[in-house]
């Protein structure tokens, strides 16, 4: 599946994004995916994930509950809605997919999509 991720900017602190990752092929519906970033300097971060169907959803603590990840099977399309921003969300956003593993784990990915840059100025 190859992924392609768009959606960020330059937004102020308490502002609001979305990203959206658009998939090809006709697989999506069966891939886990999950959100990643990576801020200058540092290691890649978990974000969020969610399950094939959608049914269940996976946070980091640092954005439960100001972002939410969703997906629409039918438009091959995953979303990450990022509401209260910080200027520590500042990072690139990659998307990515996997058949199985954990969600949380960088490594246990299979496919992955460029990143789209997110600046939060305060």
């Known amino acids: 599946v190859q992924l392609q991720a768009s959606g960020g900017g330059l937004v102020q602190a308490g502002g609001s994004l979305r990203l959206s990752c658009a998939a090809s092929g006709r697989t999506f519906m069966r891939y886990r995916m999950g959100w990643f970033r990576q801020a200058p300097g540092k290691e890649h971060e978990f974000v969020a994930a969610i399950s094939a169907s959608g049914g269940t959803t996976y946070y980091a603590d640092s954005v439960k509950g100001r972002f939410t990840i969703s997906r629409d099977n039918a438009k091959n399309t995953l979303y990450l809605q990022m509401n209260s921003l910080k200027p520590e969300d500042t990072a690139v956003y990659s998307c990515?997919?996997?058949?199985?593993?954990?969600?949380?784990?960088?490594?246990?990915?299979?496919?992955w999509g460029q990143g789209t840059q997110v600046t939060v100025s305060s």
């Open positions: 990515a997919a996997q058949y199985s593993g954990s969600y949380y784990v960088h490594g246990e990915y299979d496919f």
